[in-house]
């Protein structure tokens, strides 16, 4: 049986999942960092084609996803790619190609089949991130009136993910969608134990437990900008890490870390952006060399003050930034290190840019990042960019890219991350 065809990132969540007053609560802490961290910079998401008026539609369009349960967001994916929903926009700059509504002449699925480029895939595969969005409130730290009470919100978090799983196969016993999904954890905000448990009860460990379907999470999702230090300093914490990357090496458990300057933060933009750069995760794998790990975002740095080459801050170029070039050192380097294209390919440019660094290396280099690439979405994130599920996915489509190496991204590298 052939793969399927893999949204190896994409976020399925609704306005009860994430902390926002902690988010707040980041940015009063230094707005001037928060503004030179490149959030309200043209190329994240503040672009000429989302201000004004189509600002809003955007912001209207992602909300109407963000007050749906998650199995509706699932199968709404589902029925976006079956042709089920019409774009209603037409305002932005005339004579220019809108990138945000770019779509396929026919549905990508019909008759059963998810039809991409010159293959066919009878599967279409989700691996949904389950943020920790837990707090530790408390009226010493917070500037809130209203202080929120400390909550282990991913626990409601990931019961709201396996209800939603189990709503969608009863609903849609034929339907094409199968999950694989990752488990947020935010060591800070969590015991040694409370760590331990989590894993042992939810992370799948061997075939059988997939095939009994006894657990549901295939891997770990880490965001250090809620505040979580890959190789922290201090003992207690770097025991918790510890604990996470020990288990994910002995039974092969990947990892999806987040990788852009920007993104959901719990702590002051300064600090969340030394958390995120892969910098931080030379220690890691030195240690654990065999450790399975997705850069997501390519390490895209949308703040042009961090950017070290002069040439970079001139041209745009990401793929001289800092972070990407360390992603890519890690690629070379290590035989599991992965990166995906998740929110950076809602812009055309992003593959263009790509695919000319990729097709200047030499054979070895080429092939090894080729392989080491995986295609995701950050849906519904992603609405911030791009109309809808379909518009993203018809960037891709449009890519430079062979046949052949979409099929290596979308299919054969997820399935051979997620070690199916």
């Known amino acids: 049986m052939s793969t399927p065809f893999f949204d190896a990132h994409m976020h399925a969540m609704n306005l009860m999942h994430p902390s926002f007053s902690s988010f707040i609560d ?10 030179a961290s490149g959030a ?18 955007t912001a209207l369009n992602m909300f109407n996803i963000f007050d749906r349960p998650i199995g509706e967001i699932f199968a709404t994916m589902e029925e976006d790619l079956s042709g089920s929903f019409k774009s209603h926009e037409y305002i932005g700059i005339r004579d220019k190609e809108k990138v945000n509504f770019r779509y396929p002449q026919a ?19 989700l691996i949904p991130l389950v ?19 400390s909550s282990e919100k991913i626990l409601g978090y990931i019961e709201d993910t396996i209800e939603a799983i189990r709503w969608y196969r ?18 800070r905000m969590h015991t040694l ?57 002995t039974h092969r458990v990947p990892i999806i870390t987040h990788c852009d300057d920007q993104g959901f933060r719990g702590v002051n933009a300064r600090l969340a952006q030394t958390y995120t750069d892969p910098e931080r995760y030379k220690e890691v794998l030195k240690r654990y060399p065999d450790l399975i790990i997705d850069f997501a975002h390519y390490g895209r740095q949308y703040n042009p003050l961090s950017k070290r080459s002069i040439k970079s801050l001139l041209g745009g170029m990401f793929t001289e930034d800092s972070w990407f070039s360390q992603i890519v050192n890690f690629m070379r380097e290590y035989e599991h290190v992965y990166a995906d294209v998740s929110f950076s390919g809602s812009d055309p440019d992003f593959y263009v840019g790509l695919n000319r660094y990729i097709q ?20 519904s994130v992603n609405l911030t960019k791009i109309e809808s599920y379909s518009a993203y996915l018809s960037v891709f489509h449009d890519s430079p890219f062979s046949d052949d190496e979409v099929h290596m991204m979308a299919s054969v590298n997820p399935a051979r991350f997620l070690g199916l």
């Open 26 to 35: 980041s940015v009063s802490e230094s707005f001037t960092d928060f503004v």
């Open 40 to 57: 309200l910079s043209p190329g994240y998401i503040l672009s000429p084609q989302l201000r004004g008026q189509q600002g809003l539609i």
């Open 107 to 125: 549905p990508y699925i019909q008759n059963s089949t998810f039809t991409f480029r010159s293959r066919s895939y009878y599967t279409y595969a």
């Open 131 to 149: 943020m920790d969005f837990s707090n530790h409130s408390s009226d010493e730290h917070s500037k809130s009136y209203y202080t929120a009470e």
């Open 170 to 187: 009863s609903v849609r016993p034929q339907g094409l969608l199968e999950f694989y999904p990752f488990l947020g954890i935010n060591p």
């Open 193 to 249: 134990t409370f760590i331990q448990d989590l894993i042992e009860k939810h992370i799948i460990m061997n075939p059988h437990e997939r095939s009994q379907k006894k657990k549901y999470f295939s891997g770990i999702k880490l965001y250090p900008p809620l505040g979580g230090d890959p190789w922290p300093e201090e003992t207690r914490e770097k025991e918790k890490v510890s604990l996470i990357y020990e288990f994910c090496s």
């Open 360 to 379: 200047d290396l030499d054979d070895y280099s080429k092939s090894r990042i080729i392989e080491r690439s995986m295609f995701g979405s950050d849906f």
